[in-house]
């Protein structure tokens, strides 16, 4: 689902159950070279039977060394795994970085107010916020529960408090959106007063 959040992400591709770790695939296809304390020497030493036996791999991250003794096909078997992982990976990134999201992120709350704040922006850049603004409206508002709009400027809400999402009241705030009227801001501290009264609203959660 496109809206779970990273853990679940990874449960449902099942990438943490088919432990595709580092330190997992090594410990299904070999064992790490010990060492132990020697009394006499006053150090640790490592084992030296298995020197020359096993292809051995060394972890860049704490120096361990693991004997590697399964099969080529198991190693190219976790290959084939770690690839798909990493296609799947792809796909993720490719989608969190695509249409509104690449600019608003990923609306993860279900109770939401969007502060309107289009500063002094020209006419022309005030109709391309007003395309994002409808992108994440259709893309991402309708996948939630309850949402208003605020201009900052003078404090126009789309509605006086958060609304439930519906087919009707999304097509209803995009006019809204497109019939408001391009104005400059009017004082400095506008967007703060817009974000205190959007949050003047219990049921909001962002």
Known sequence: Q??????????????????????????????QHKKDYVTTLGKPVASRYADGLFPQY????????????????????FVDCLIGAIELYK????????????????IQEQCIVIVLDFGTAAPAEFDLCRDALSMVLVEQVTRISRFNLIRAQDLKKWQQKCTPVSEHTVKSAVTWLWKLDHMTAVSHTSSAEALLEAMGDEAVSS
């Not at 449960?11 to 595709?20: A, V």
């Not at 060394?58 to 190693?75: G, P």
């Not at 993720?92 to 608003?104: A, H, K, V, Y």
């Open 58 to 77: 060394k972890r860049a991250q704490d120096d361990s060394v693991y004997n590697l003794t399964d099969k080529k096909e198991l190693i190219l078997h």
């Open 91 to 106: 796909r993720r990134m490719e989608w969190l970085t695509s249409e509104s999201r690449q600019i608003f992120g990923v």
């Open 2 to 31: 496109p809206l779970v959040s990273s853990s679940k992400w990874l449960q449902s591709y099942g990438l943490k159950r088919n432990k595709l770790s580092l330190s997992q695939i090594l410990s299904k296809i070999g064992f």
